[in-house]
Each structure stands twice: as C-alpha cells, then as structure tokens.
T-cell receptor, first 112, second 112 residues
Framework: GAGVSQSPSNKVTEKGKDVELRCDPISGHTALYWYRQRLGQGLEFLIYFQGNSAPDKSGLPSDRFSAERTGESVSTLTIQRTQQEDSAVYLC??????????FGPGTRLTVT | KQEVTQIPAALSVPEGENLVLNCSFTDSAIYNLQWFRQDPGKGLTSLLLIQSSQREQTSGRLNASLDKSSGRSTLYIAASQPGDSATYLCAVFTGGGNKLTFGTGTQLKVEL
C-alpha cells in the first residue's frame, strides 16, 4: 500500500550538469504526470504518460527536458545542462480510475 | 485555455472558526475538480475529488461543492484547527488536455 515515491528528495547541482529524477508510481495506476513548482508559484504541468500511448510532452519548457516511462512502472525526468531557472520542486503524480491524482513528496532541485 | 483562480490568497483565522475557500475556473468543460492541501516543503495530499456530474463531496470536517455551470467550487472547513494550517490548492481536470490545471492556492493559518 505504498504511495508514490520520488528520489532523490533533494538535489543540489552545478549549472550545466545533467540531473535525473525518479518517480515510482502506485502499482496499478495507469497514468503518470510530472509537474514543476517554482518557489512561490503554482504547479506547472510538464508531461503525461498513459499506458503505451505516446506521452503528452506539451508542458516541457525546453528540449533540455525529457522523460521516460517503461510500461506502467518507474518514470525518470532528465534535465540536461541545468540552468538556475530550473530550480524548483518536481512533483510526480500517478492516477487511479476517475482521474484522481496521487502525488509523491517531490524532489527539490537547486541549481547553483 | 483553462485558468483557475483561488480567493483569498491568504487567510488567518482563530481556531474553531468555520471557513470557506473559493475556486473559480474559466472553462466549464471539466471532468472533475480536486482539492489538495500542501504542507511546507512537502508534496500534495488529495482531500476531495468531485466528478463533473456531482454537486458536492464530504470528508470529515471538509465539504467541497461544485457549480460547474458557473465555474465555481468552494471548500468548507468546519471547526478549524491549527493542524489545518497549510496551502489549499484546487485543480480542474480538462479531458482535452489530459492534465490538471492548478489554482495559485490559498495559504491558511489557523491560530490558537
């Protein structure tokens, strides 16, 4: 009965480095979302996976951002050549049934 | 484009008060509306989900209503407690975009 988990919980990286964030959804949840929340701001949609369908990448802010998901399991969000404006909390949510989203605790990314 | 607004942005009340948080959205073609709470430095916890065909949902001291035609939802918190202090977010799921659009949140502080 574990919830959505994310790792790492905190990540500090130097500008220009690549980072990889991981999300483990709730077992059996078919869809998975990534969001970003900058300090003092609302959540921004990044990407959405549903089963084996092509992901909805419409929220990715630049081509430095990419995400993968294998089947209905783990997803990774990769940010290449990180910039200071990438600093934010990255939240993952998995979806049950009638679109009720369950969120993980997030990864706080700080780019120095 | 769906836009979600929450009023007030911040609210401070003494313990024991009943209170109402407001959420409005511009596109009434929604599948559902979800209320979350977010504690500082943590992820989101789902509180209530209202399907588009429903008028309200209740969980303990919380009651959420939905008036889809007017693009409004309210979250009613009865007999508020200091532990209710958090940011409350409302989000609407619009099927065409397959994603939640979040409001900017109401930061609630319940004082002893």
């Amino acid at each position: 009965g574990a919830g959505v988990s994310q790792s790492p919980s905190n990540k500090v990286t130097e500008k220009g480095k690549d980072v990889e964030l991981r999300c483990d959804p709730i077992s059996g949840h078919t869809a998975l979302y990534w969001y970003r929340q900058r300090l003092g701001q609302g959540l921004e949609f990044l990407i959405y996976f549903q089963g084996n369908s092509a992901p909805d990448k419409s929220g990715l802010p630049s081509d430095r951002f990419s995400a993968e998901r294998t089947g209905e399991s783990v997803s990774t969000l990769t940010i290449q050549r990180t910039q200071q404006e990438d600093s934010a909390v990255y939240l993952c949510a998995s979806v049950k049934g009638a679109y009720e989203q369950y969120f993980g605790p997030g990864t706080r990314l700080t780019v120095t | 484009k769906q836009e979600v607004t929450q009023i007030p942005a911040a609210l401070s009340v003494p313990e024991g008060e009943n209170l109402v948080l407001n959420c409005s959205f511009t596109d009434s073609a929604i599948y559902n509306l979800q209320w979350f709470r977010q504690d500082p430095g943590k992820g989101l916890t789902s509180l209530l989900l209202i399907q588009s065909s429903q008028r309200e949902q209740t969980s303990g001291r919380l009651n959420a209503s939905l008036d889809k035609s007017s693009g409004r939802s309210t979250l009613y918190i009865a007999a508020s407690q200091p532990g209710d202090s958090a940011t409350y977010l409302c989000a609407v799921f619009t099927g065409g975009g397959n994603k939640l659009t979040f409001g900017t949140g109401t930061q609630l502080k319940v004082e002893l």
